[in-house]
């Protein structure tokens, strides 16, 4: 199984706790922050790698970066996640 699969709830909560130690006040919890970090998979699969120009990183990276993200989308159910505020 993939880091990101195993770890990234963690590293959110981590980031969340880090924030209110450091004296940011209101933080959403961590429910809500887990499913707007899903949403989000939507933003980086359709605008971050679907367009990046081959160009500039190359077939390679391009390629294994869009299957990356998809997968993220897809384990995320960022699509659906979507819909429900549309």
């Not at 998979?41 to 605008?47: E, G, I, N, R, V």
């Amino acid at each position: 199984m993939y880091t990101r699969r195993l770890k990234e709830r963690e590293l959110l909560a981590f980031y969340r706790d880090r924030l209110c130690s450091h004296g940011v006040q209101g933080a959403p919890d961590i429910e809500v922050l887990w499913t707007e970090y899903r949403r989000t998979a939507h933003h980086s699969f359709y605008l971050g790698w679907l367009t990046a120009p081959r160009e500039n990183y190359g077939l390679e990276v391009c390629v294994l970066g869009n299957h990356r993200t998809k997968a993220a989308y897809q384990d995320l159910e960022a699509r659906r996640l979507i819909k429900e505020i549309m």
